[in-house]
């Protein structure tokens, strides 16, 4: 007995020209946000819970229209929504988009490939390796990194600079229980990880941190100079006082454009220090990284070919969409055994031929993220990638120049890419009652941060649609919810040029 076209389509599925609709209205829909976006408030005003009113107790018995579906999305998805991409968002980092990078996404959702070994997509996995030696040659990084090179070197996407410090750290940790047992045969495997012991700075992301308590390893947090850098004296030192105490140093990150202040870890000097005591050195340019596609830049990263591993987001200041994080390892060998469990369901004929990225990360499966970085290079060019870094990075400098004209204000980290740190010369509390008013009047939106108990602001260039006037009037909110804090606080202001 022949069974209907309906009886094959699950109840409420749509026909094909009906998605075809539905996807073509939110290809509008999803242009005309980010074309307009400019004229949306950049932070919601909503409350915690204000969603649950606006839908059902539960999910509809029957099918909807999916022109009631999209217009709910501006109803009740958009009141709630942090507009990142907006021209006046100023907050923690660039988060990267593109029209090139969503069509990608749109590609790979409906390819819908996991692509965790090389024969479950081949083009997944080949175009990965590829892409990331693509990468690696606009970096300029040392040829050890890339599988074009005929060595062990090669790249993988994780998820986040998060992941890939976890990866390496996994990878570093089985490296070092290899060689102590190697070396001590009575030692066992507990007893390594007991010693082992980690380094970054006090600078470093919280994830770093969060690396060693996932690892189950011991994690040193450095002291940094005045320039809030960690030099190589310092880790020595660190080194040599553990080795004294008996433990094993084994794993050092060093941070390419901390979070805080966007400063630089001298990797030229901490990576001699790692070589001479055979530690893995990690290292994490989860911002900066981009901007190493411009020559003049790659001073920063002097000292890289000492790493073994290296990371940077496309998807932070690439125009590349979340989540694309790109990690090149030296010598994978040591994370794809660390890693390495291999059921039968997941053999294949041409094992070893290729990579099986489920052996470079920490879930199984994982998207065709190569795409993103395919279609953004090919789309955009080189050029014009650097054209981007350089223009958000210019744009930085003119804020900077705004706030050496008022003399109420004070910059607290040279300035070198796309964040200017300020503040008010004075107490912690009036910076932080000058925030507050500022994100609280809605117009833009910036996050704090602290060093050595100096309270001070981030004004970041996040949006690839933010040009000198957006950053003009930036300024003038600030000053003028400056004004507001210091009157409200019984100062009397003087123009821009001080205060009484």
Same mark, same amino acid.
């Not at 590829?130 to 070197?153: I, N, Q, R, T």
């Not at 060093?254 to 990576?271: V, W």
């Given at each position: ?16 020209? /009906? ?13 005309d ?25 539960g999910? $509809? ?11 709910d ?13 907006? $021209? ?11 029209? $090139? ?42 040829? /050890? ?20 410090t ?17 070396? !001590? ?20 992301h ?20 005045? !320039? ?27 941070t ?11 990797l ?7 070589? !001479? ?27 890289? /070919? ?5 990371n ?7 125009l ?16 794809v ?5 291999? $059921? ?69 980290? !040279? ?17 932080e ?20 108990d ?47």
């Amino acid at each position: 007995m022949s069974q209907s076209k309906e009886d094959f389509l699950l109840k409420g599925e749509m026909e094909a020209s /009906e998605f075809k609709d539905f996807a073509k209205a939110m290809i509008d829909y999803a242009a005309d946000y980010l074309e307009n976006i400019r004229d949306r408030r950049v932070l919601p005003t909503v409350e915690p819970g204000y969603l649950r009113p606006l839908i059902p107790d539960g999910p $509809p018995s029957t099918p909807e229209k999916w022109q009631d579906v999209l217009n709910d999305v501006e109803r009740v998805i958009m009141p709630g929504v942090t507009h990142w991409h907006s $021209p006046r968002f100023h907050a923690y980092f660039p988060t990267a988009n593109s029209y $090139p990078a969503i069509v990608a996404d749109i590609l790979s959702g409906a390819i819908a490939c996991i692509g965790f070994t090389w024969i479950a997509s081949p083009a997944c996995t080949e175009l990965e390796v590829v892409m990331l030696d693509w990468l690696g040659k606009m970096l300029d990084l040392p040829p /050890e990194f890339l599988a074009c090179s005929g060595g062990k070197g090669g790249g993988v996407i994780q998820g986040t600079a998060s992941e890939a410090t976890l990866v390496c750290l996994l990878g570093a940790k089985a490296r070092t229980v290899a060689k102590m047992k190697k070396e !001590k045969p009575d030692m066992s495997e507990s007893d390594v990880i007991s010693k082992l012991v980690a380094y970054c700075s006090v600078q470093s992301h919280s994830s770093v941190e969060r690396a060693g308590l996932l690892g189950g390893v011991k994690m040193r947090s450095l002291q940094t100079n005045d !320039k809030n850098e960690v030099e190589g004296s310092t880790l020595e030192e660190a080194i040599k006082k553990d080795i004294e105490a008996g433990l094993i140093p084994f794993y050092v990150v060093a941070t390419l454009g901390t979070t805080s202040s966007c400063t630089f870890d001298r990797l030229d000097e901490m990576g001699p220090v790692c070589n !001479k005591y055979d530690i893995w050195l990690h290292v994490d340019a989860a911002y900066a990284g981009s901007a190493f596609i411009c020559p003049e830049f790659r001073y920063l990263m002097k000292g890289v /070919e000492r790493a073994e591993s290296f990371n940077f987001n496309p998807h932070k200041w690439m125009l590349v969409n979340f989540d694309c994080s790109a990690l090149w390892l030296k010598n994978p060998n040591w994370v794809v055994n660390a890693f390495n469990v291999d $059921p039968v369901y997941l053999k294949h004929d041409h094992q070893g031929a290729a990579p099986d990225y489920r052996h470079w990360q920490i879930p199984l499966g994982r998207r065709f993220r190569a795409l993103k970085i395919w279609f953004v290079l090919r789309l955009f060019g080189v050029e014009n990638l650097q054209k981007h870094i350089r223009k958000q990075v210019s744009l930085a400098h003119h804020f900077e120049s705004l706030v050496n004209t008022d003399s109420r204000f004070e910059i607290t980290e !040279k300035v070198v890419l796309g964040v200017v740190c300020f503040r008010l010369k004075g107490s912690n509390e009036i910076n932080e009652a000058l925030l507050k008013k500022i994100n609280g009047r809605g117009l833009i939106h910036m996050v704090p941060s602290k060093i050595r108990d100096v309270y001070f602001l981030r004004f970041v260039i996040c949006s690839k649609y933010t040009e000198e006037e957006d950053v003009n009037l930036s300024w003038n909110e600030i000053k003028a919810s400056t004004d507001e804090v210091l009157s409200l606080n019984g100062s009397v202001t003087n123009g821009v040029n001080g205060i009484h």
